[in-house]
């Protein structure tokens, strides 16, 4: 059996032996079968035994609507209605629930933050933002309605509520959110560079490097910005600070650098930076792009030396195929030519295959750098993939 039903189960026995001494104290000599809720208890079991879960809980359902003392349950019920992607069916428990006359102000907040579940998980969220800030008005749902509620604003990309709630959070659990707010000035300064408004971005990139100094995006952005201001040195600057603490980042800035060494006319610059980052890391990744800076810049044969060291040395694929390409343009014999493209093709193929991203939380992989990761939401915790590892 599931665990989960042996927890749920749990306060049912309790509760049906309960009643079970009730009914027999209202009603001595009652017949030998039992009292509803204790004969429903029974048949509910029967059913999750034979793993008929939806008829036990619909038996289960309609014996505990009798008994307003049985809220506990009914808030489990509700719960794994939703854990079991029945929404509706929840969100229906938690309405009636709601709509009942007496409830505590304790447990009309405990259903309210329950129907805020529901609402979220079906997507309703202006619906399930009202019921958390009125849940969070209650001492021990301040904290869950938060939490919550952060994810709402984050999935609407409203980041400034987002700070002003995580910002409490962080207070109240004492917790580390701060990493996480920097992100969200992050969000707030790329929507601000995007509409032109410097200072406004300049502002947000401050705000996220005060709560997270060592934020790989917030020093990116800055670059950006500086770049965009026609700033291209400290552009160049802000980026290379990278090469220090964060060398799993290079890559993302490898072609700002270029970019920017290009529009000041010092390509020498982007090698200085392409070394330093290669000592720093390894990288394949790098590497191949010295080797295309080597050819670019007439050194061809510097750039096959490269590439030959790296296939000798470590079996790169991505190097074979970039030799190969080489070869290919380098060979007069037509046939030879023919042979070294459909190497070509076969080598391409196996690295376009390939994803070039990963979450070191969830394992998601993805072409694209996600500051916060599709999979399960964390941040800062999706990073490119060595070609190595998407090779095996
Ligand atoms: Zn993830």
């Not at 399930?128 to 209650?138: I, M």
């Not at 080797?291 to 490269?306: N, R, T, Y």
Request: charged share 25%; hydrophobic share 40%.
């Amino acid at each position: 059996m599931d665990p989960i039903w042996l927890v749920l189960l749990l306060p049912v026995a309790a509760g049906s032996g309960w009643i079970a001494a009730r009914y027999r104290n209202a009603a001595p000599g009652k017949d030998a079968s039992g009292p509803p809720a204790t004969t429903a208890y029974f048949k509910s079991l029967n059913f999750l035994l034979t793993e008929q879960h939806d008829k036990a809980l619909d038996v289960l359902v309609q014996a505990l609507e009798e008994h307003d003392e049985d809220l506990e349950i009914q808030l489990a019920l509700g719960g794994l209605f939703r854990r079991r992607g029945e929404i509706e069916r929840a969100t229906q428990l938690h309405q009636g629930l709601i709509a009942r006359a007496g409830l505590s102000p304790e447990h009309k907040g405990q259903v309210l933050y329950e129907l805020a579940n529901d609402y979220y998980k079906a997507g309703l969220l202006d619906r399930s933002e009202n019921l958390l800030l009125e849940a969070a008005g209650r001492k021990e749902l301040l904290e869950p309605s938060l939490h919550l509620l952060v994810q709402i604003y984050e999935s609407e990309k409203e980041w400034k509520s987002a700070i002003g709630v995580a910002s409490r959070l962080d207070k109240l659990t004492g917790g580390d959110l701060r990493v996480v707010i920097a992100q969200y000035h992050c969000e707030l300064a790329e929507r601000e560079l995007s509409a032109g408004n410097y200072p406004l971005a300049q502002a947000e990139i401050a705000e996220a490097l005060v709560l997270d100094p060592s934020c790989a995006r917030a020093r990116i952005l800055e670059g950006r910005l500086q770049a965009l201001s026609g700033n291209h040195l400290d552009a160049v600057g802000s980026w290379s600070g990278l090469v220090g603490d964060h060398p799993e980042m290079l890559c993302e800035v490898v072609h700002l650098v270029k970019s920017s060494s290009s529009a000041l006319g010092k390509l020498a610059l982007f090698r200085g930076f392409l070394d330093r980052a290669i000592a720093a890391t390894g990288d394949e990744r790098l590497k191949l792009i010295l080797v295309d800076h080597l050819a670019a810049s007439g050194s061809e044969q510097e750039a096959e030396k490269v590439l030959l060291k790296l296939v000798n040395e470590e079996a790169s694929l991505p190097a074979l195929h970039r030799l190969l390409q080489f070869r290919e343009l380098d060979t007069a014999d037509s046939q030879i030519s023919a042979d070294y493209r459909l190497l070509c093709q076969v080598t391409g193929k196996s690295l376009s295959d390939r994803s070039g991203y990963e979450c070191r939380f969830c394992g998601f992989q993805g072409r694209s750098l996600h500051w916060q990761c599709p999979g399960c939401r964390s941040w800062n915790t999706t990073s490119a993939r060595p070609f190595s590892a998407i090779l095996n």
